[in-house]
Each structure stands twice: as C-alpha cells, then as structure tokens.
C-alpha cells in the first residue's frame, strides 16, 4: 500500500470522470449491462429467483468493470476472451465471495424486516410526507451502517483475488484494512463523489422541469429517460472510482 492524502481524494474524482469521459459509449454501455442484470432482471416478476444468483455473480462482473477502466487507463486493448481467460481460474472463489455477500444481505433483511414493512404499511396509508420522512430517514440510517461492512470487504476484495491472488479470506482482510487504514481519503472521495451525483441528479430535475412546462405532453416520457442516463452515468463514474483507488491504495496493481 502506498501514502494516499486527502488531495488524492480529489484528483481520484477527476480522473474517474475523465477515464468516463475516455469512453463514454462503452462506459454507458457497461452501465446498462449492470443495471438491467443486478436491478431490472431480480425485479421482474416471472424471474426473481435470478436476484439470488446476480448476487452470487457480482464480483465476477465487478472485475470485468474495474478490468475494462483499468485497459483503457493503460491505453491497452484486451479483448473479453483475454478478461475471462484472466478471471476463470478464480471463478469458484468470486462465486464463494458472492455467497458470503448473499447470505449477509440476507441476515440484514432478516434484521431490518419488521421496519421495513411498517414503513411500507405507513407509506399507504399515510398521505402526510413529513411522517414518512421521519420513519425513512433511521431506517435507511441502519441499513447502511449495517451494509458499511460488507461494503469494505467487498471494495477491493475481488480484484485482490484476481489480480493480486490472494486468497479469499485475505482479500477480505485487507479490503476492510484498506478502507480503514485510508478511510478519511476514502471517505471524503465518496462524500465528493455523492455531491456531485446529486447536484448531477438535482440538475436534471431542473431541466426536465423546465423542458416539461413547454412540452407538457412529453414530460413524463422525457424525464425517465434523463433520469435514467443520468443513472447511467453515476454508475460509470462509479466503476472507475472503484478502480482508480484500488490502483492508488495497493501499488502491485501497477504492475498486473
């Protein structure tokens, strides 16, 4: 590892955008392949048992994301062959990582259960929003400082795996002693990264807002689909955030 300072936490912000900026087509084209498999295909009725195996699959895609900001910040091409080539020997142990991520989001739905369903219950048959906001604000509070560890461990620890061999229960290990030993930088980068993505968020609000008072008709219509980019965008960013403090924070990703 290597002495990152709070400075870094800005540059970090910059070039995850820039690398986006690199690529934008196929940034957003990674994006949408994530959002339609973790978020649009668990959600559909007819499928959701495929919500149990996008969780089992995340960090096999998580290191195709990193992998692809890594190539294009080497300016190297690696064709998906060469990517998956690189991931198959690890397969069993991303998978096993992915169980261990299924099973502690389960023991935190078993945990956060009976306030989520009375939140669901007050947010239908309570029309005064204030109410609603007073009971969301201390539940979303628990459940991410209960997800803030699984977060840690699973930040860096599938691409320590793959790139860096290590085994599983050490990729863990040094994922969560990575963020602690650098979560101020980490902290402020995430702080700065989540500003911007609502002031981002906020900003196309406006616009549709504006554009929808002329164009009443297309509204609706107009403002899923800014909202939808925008998302899109946000995740790219996000990937190469992902990748860039992995890059900084352990120095032998220089060299894979």
Same mark, same amino acid.
């Given at each position: 590892?290597? %002495?990152?300072?709070?400075?870094?936490?800005?540059?970090?912000?910059?070039?995850?955008?820039?690398?986006?900026?690199?690529?934008?087509?196929?940034?957003?084209?990674?994006?949408?392949?994530?959002?339609?498999?973790?978020?649009?295909?668990?959600?559909?009725?007819?499928?959701?048992?495929?919500?149990?195996?996008?969780?089992? !699959?995340?960090? !096999?895609?998580?290191?195709?994301?990193?992998?692809?900001?890594?190539?294009?910040?080497?300016?190297?091409?690696?064709?998906?062959?060469?990517?998956?080539? %690189? !991931? %198959?020997?690890?397969?069993?142990?991303?998978?096993?990582?992915?169980?261990?991520? +299924?099973?502690?989001?389960? +023991?935190?739905?078993?945990? +956060?259960?009976?306030?989520?369903?009375?939140?669901?219950?007050?947010?239908?048959?309570?029309?005064?929003?204030?109410?609603?906001?007073?009971?969301?604000?201390?539940?979303?509070?628990?459940?991410?400082?209960? =997800?803030?560890?699984? =977060?840690? @461990?699973?930040?860096?620890?599938?691409?320590?795996?793959?790139?860096?061999?290590?085994?599983?229960?050490?990729?863990? %290990?040094?994922?969560? @002693?990575?963020?602690?030993?650098?979560?101020?930088?980490?902290?402020?980068?995430?702080?700065?990264?989540?500003?911007? @993505?609502?002031?981002?968020?906020?900003?196309?609000?406006?616009?549709?807002?504006? +554009?929808?008072?002329?164009? /009443?008709?297309?509204? /609706?219509?107009?403002?899923?689909?800014?909202?939808?980019?925008?998302?899109?965008?946000?995740?790219?960013?996000?990937?190469?955030?992902?990748?860039?403090?992995?890059?900084?924070?352990?120095?032998?990703?220089?060299?894979?």
């Amino acid at each position: 590892m290597k %002495k990152i300072t709070f400075r870094d936490s800005i540059r970090w912000n910059k070039e995850s955008f820039t690398l986006f900026k690199k690529t934008p087509n196929q940034s957003l084209m990674l994006s949408l392949a994530y959002l339609f498999i973790f978020m649009l295909l668990p959600s559909m009725p007819m499928v959701q048992v495929f919500s149990i195996a996008s969780i089992l !699959i995340w960090p !096999i895609f998580l290191v195709f994301a990193v992998n692809f900001y890594k190539i294009h910040d080497k300016n190297k091409a690696e064709k998906f062959l060469a990517v998956y080539e %690189k !991931i %198959k020997p690890k397969l069993a142990t991303l998978l096993t990582l992915g169980l261990i991520c +299924l099973t502690y989001a389960g +023991l935190v739905t078993i945990v +956060l259960n009976s306030e989520m369903q009375e939140f669901i219950k007050l947010s239908e048959n309570n029309n005064e929003l204030v109410s609603v906001i007073n009971n969301f604000v201390p539940m979303i509070g628990k459940l991410i400082l209960l =997800l803030l560890p699984l =977060l840690m @461990a699973t930040w860096f620890s599938p691409m320590l795996i793959v790139y860096n061999h290590y085994s599983l229960f050490k990729s863990i %290990k040094s994922s969560i @002693a990575g963020c602690l030993m650098y979560i101020a930088p980490l902290g402020l980068s995430w702080l700065i990264f989540s500003t911007t @993505a609502i002031l981002f968020m906020l900003s196309c609000g406006v616009l549709i807002g504006s +554009l929808a008072s002329f164009f /009443p008709s297309i509204g /609706p219509s107009l403002m899923g689909a800014i909202i939808f980019f925008a998302l899109l965008v946000i995740t790219s960013v996000m990937f190469a955030l992902q990748y860039i403090s992995y890059r900084d924070i352990f120095k032998s990703a220089r060299s894979y």
